[in-house]
């Protein structure tokens, strides 16, 4: 070991970092072969720093290890010398992975040989500086100097970067002189008018996203082309860590062949739960790609665990899809290809790849797994034992098969297949073992062509045991591109707490609207399109992201606003009797749906000698700024034509106001009023649902925040019923799910408790301004 650290220090390693890579067992043997390559051409193992730096830069990024003996001599003998030169020479390999290398070529792709020249670099600096002079005078040193080096670097691709730049700092200092006063101070910041809830919403934090500004590309913009700069269908091996095998390139040919170079995503998720706003991320991604690139989308169900699955899964998440607004191509499940992974578990088996294992289950739970004393046992015994396990002659638990290599993450021989004695929901009895995640995820995606398989962040120690399947059954191996998971604050998404949050009554079921599963955004209220433009604002970011519900609520009033129609509701009512009006007096109004395009369409509305107004729009006693109605202030009545004057405050036994009495004019006749309210007349009684955040904190989950667990963190307030609330009398018709702003107060959804005898509108979220404010 001693030996190997010394011999990694001559090419300028420090002993902490030689020590380090002789941790990772494939990187130390690669960079030994490369320094013995090294030293045959050098004479000696020694080298100058730089060369060291760089050869260990090639080791390091190389992915296929067939050339890395070209690459060790071009920089042993000074051919490749800067990191330029080397990011080139490892992209051009990259995209010529069994070609034979034209030298003249690939020396040309790397600028072995180019020399720039100090006058040549002058040259180009004076010609971009000439280019910008006018703007440079007026912006002096305020001015983006970026834009200068990047043109710069652009025409001297192969010069050195720091000669470059101070070429270019000196040029500029020759122009404009030194810095002044004014140079030097701040630029003063021009007041910005207050940004509008729609362009807060369109607003992206890329502190928190991490990633480039998504700011108003809508989803297929973002996902379109070269945008996520994605592989082409059939060029899988350019991308970065993909692993080139002999086969690879006649595999990628078969594939195209069965493509026809269409791109093909699939959503997989396990039917054992309700999908959530993550997996919308998720379905917009992998739908959303296939659409922008004109491919397809599989909806696959990884059904691999019989005792977790329930049919109403299964209906659940695809009407899901469906709802916002997706077709898959085919829908397919894992247990379609239950007998083609059986029997490429016995191939595996057969090319020394995978073993039956004694361990029991307890003992294989965690990363510190202990070796198995059977991992070297004969293939043949291997083969005899499996079969045994398909026909059931073991118990659940008594012996798995497993996989001979090493994830990223450490974890040492993964599961490929455990017995579980439970019936499946497609296949019944037919068998008593099932493949795992780690096995069947790569294998469906092959064995169904998909070119990019999406998936979220935590899969990236996954990636390399995903390559190392498909090569090792010599099989078609798609690219993993992993993104960020879409997180929400105020709320916990996990099957498990749900169920927990279920079962103590904290909520009703799954769809509760206070949960933020689908069905529960559905039943809301929310729309489809909101939450696909959600996901689109947040952004195909790589980096995780969390945002709070504020920004889903924001998507959904955009939406809401253009297709709710306007209908004038009380939560909290008041009454008020009319008494200028006859006793028999009815008016019939037509009212606009849309009052901002009449276009729209309108419904009928009655008015009468007694109307209800809500509670809050009435003060006894005027307070300052109070616009709306007192015993001195009159107000207008919306779309009545109306104004009313209070005469006479009623209170009941306890002292509380409980009816007013009041005359009217006509709007024409009296000064303009300070407000307009709403109110109804002959309404319909229905009943309203309000919510508020089911959560107290942001992070329920994180025990710094609440140390007591979630169950302890719920809001008392996060639900308020109000049995009779009143309506107009126009939607009397209205059918579950069809949606309403109630005037002056928020957008409402019909639930689908309501009968032909009682309506019941969740709120699905407030209007844009506070709807107490005076």
């Known amino acids: 070991m001693a030996d190997v650290v010394s011999l990694f220090m001559s090419i300028g390693l420090s002993e902490q970092k030689a020590k380090e890579t002789l941790k990772n067992e494939a990187l130390s043997s690669t960079l030994k072969k490369a320094i013995e390559q090294a030293a045959g051409l050098l004479g000696s193992s020694s080298m100058d720093k730089s060369t060291g730096t760089l050869l260990y830069s090639m080791v390091t990024r190389l992915k296929d290890l067939n050339r890395l003996s070209l690459l060790t001599e071009y920089i042993i003998k000074q051919k490749i010398t800067t990191d330029l030169q080397l990011s080139a020479a490892l992209d051009f390999v ?58 710069a670097r652009s025409a001297l691709k192969w010069a050195d970067g720091k000669i470059v730049k101070h070429e270019v700092d000196m040029q500029v200092l020759h122009l404009l002189g030194a810095k002044t006063e004014a140079d030097l101070e701040k630029k003063s910041k021009t007041a ?69 170079g269409q791109i093909r995503t699939r959503f997989p998720p396990e039917p054992n739960g309700i999908l959530h706003i993550g997996h919308a991320k998720a379905i917009n991604f992998n739908f959303g790609y296939a659409k922008a690139n004109n491919g397809i989308c599989f909806l696959r169900y990884d059904d691999t665990n019989p005792e977790k699955e329930e049919e ?84 659940e638990g008594e ?220 003060r006894e006693v005027m307070e300052k700024g109070y616009k709306r109605l007192t015993p001195d202030q009159p107000v207008g009545l919306r779309h009545a034509g109306y104004v009313i004057s209070v005469q006479r405050v009623i209170k009941d036994d306890c002292g509380k106001v409980c009816e007013l009495e009041v005359t009217c004019a006509s709007s024409d006749s009296v000064d303009k009023p300070k407000a307009f309210i709403h109110w109804v007349s002959e309404p319909l009684v229905c009943e309203v649902r309000l919510y508020e955040r089911l959560f107290l904190h942001k992070n329920p989950e994180d025990p710094a925040e609440v140390p007591a667990g979630f169950l302890s963190d719920i809001n008392p307030d996060s639900l308020t019923v109000i049995e009779s609330a009143l309506v107009d009398q126009s939607v009397s018709t209205a059918k579950v799910f069809d949606k309403f702003q109630f005037e002056r107060v928020g957008y409402f959804s019909v639930d689908p408790d309501s009968t032909a005898e009682k309506l019941i509108f969740n709120r699905t979220v407030t209007l844009k301004e506070d709807p107490g404010k005076i």
């Open 312 to 395: 109403k899964y299964f209906t659940a998440i695809k009407d899901m899809v469906e709802w916002l607004g997706y077709t898959p191509y085919d829908i397919t499940h894992a247990s379609d290809h239950f007998q083609r992974l059986y029997d490429l578990a016995v191939d595996l088996i057969r090319r020394g790849h995978a073993y039956v294992c004694h361990q029991r289950g307890e003992e294989l739970k965690g990363h510190n797994v202990p070796p198995s004393p059977w991992r070297d046992r004969p293939i043949e015994e291997s083969l005899v034992l499996f079969d045994r396990m398909r026909k059931g002659m073991y118990a």
């Open 192 to 260: 910005k008018p207050k940004a509008t809830e729609k362009e807060l919403k369109l607003k992206q934090d890329s502190a928190v996203n991490g990633d480039g500004n998504t700011e108003g590309k809508s989803l297929m913009e973002q996902l379109r082309g070269e945008a996520l700069k994605f592989h082409k269908p059939g060029e899988n091996y350019k991308t970065e860590g993909y692993v080139v095998t002999p086969n690879t390139m006649n595999l990628l040919k078969q594939h195209l062949e069965i493509t026809g």
């Open 399 to 618: 012996v798995t098969l497993r996989m001979k290599l090493v994830m990223e993450d450490g974890k040492m021989d993964p599961v490929a297949y455990r017995i579980k004695y439970t019936p499946h929901h497609r296949t019944g009895d037919t068998w008593c073992i099932y493949p795992t995640y780690d096995y069947t995820h790569c294998l469906c995606d092959s064995i169904e062509h998909i070119t990019h398989s999406l998936c979220t962040k935590e899969f990236q120690a996954r990636r390399s045991s995903y390559f190392w399947l498909c090569n090792a059954l010599d099989l078609y191996c798609p690219v993993q591109w992993e993104y960020g998971r879409l997180n929400l604050t105020y709320t916990v998404v996990s099957k498990r707490k749900i169920i927990k949050l279920v079962e103590t009554g904290v909520v009703r079921d799954w769809d509760d609207p206070r949960l933020f599963t689908l069905t529960a955004l559905r039943r809301r209220g929310f729309p489809p399109q909101a939450i696909n433009n959600f996901c689109a604002r947040v952004g195909v970011t790589v980096s995780q992201t969390t945002t709070e519900p504020h920004l889903l609520e924001a998507c959904g009033r955009e939406v809401l606003n253009d297709i709710a129609p306007r209908v004038m509701a009380v939560l909290e009512p008041l009454k008020v009797t009319i008494t200028n009006l006859p006793a028999n007096a009815q008016k019939k109004l037509q009212v606009p749906d849309f009052p901002a395009n009449e276009s729209k369409g309108s419904h009928m509305i009655s008015f009468s000698k007694t109307i209800y107004i809500e509670q809050t729009d009435f």
């Open 94 to 151: 990259k995209s010529h992975p069994q070609d034979p290398v034209n030298f003249h070529e690939f020396e040309t792709f790397c600028g072995v040989g180019v020399v720039v020249t100090p006058e040549q670099i002058e040259d180009a600096v004076e010609l971009i500086i000439r280019k910008h002079k006018d703007q440079l005078l007026i912006e002096r040193y305020r001015f983006n100097m970026g834009i200068l080096m990047g043109e």
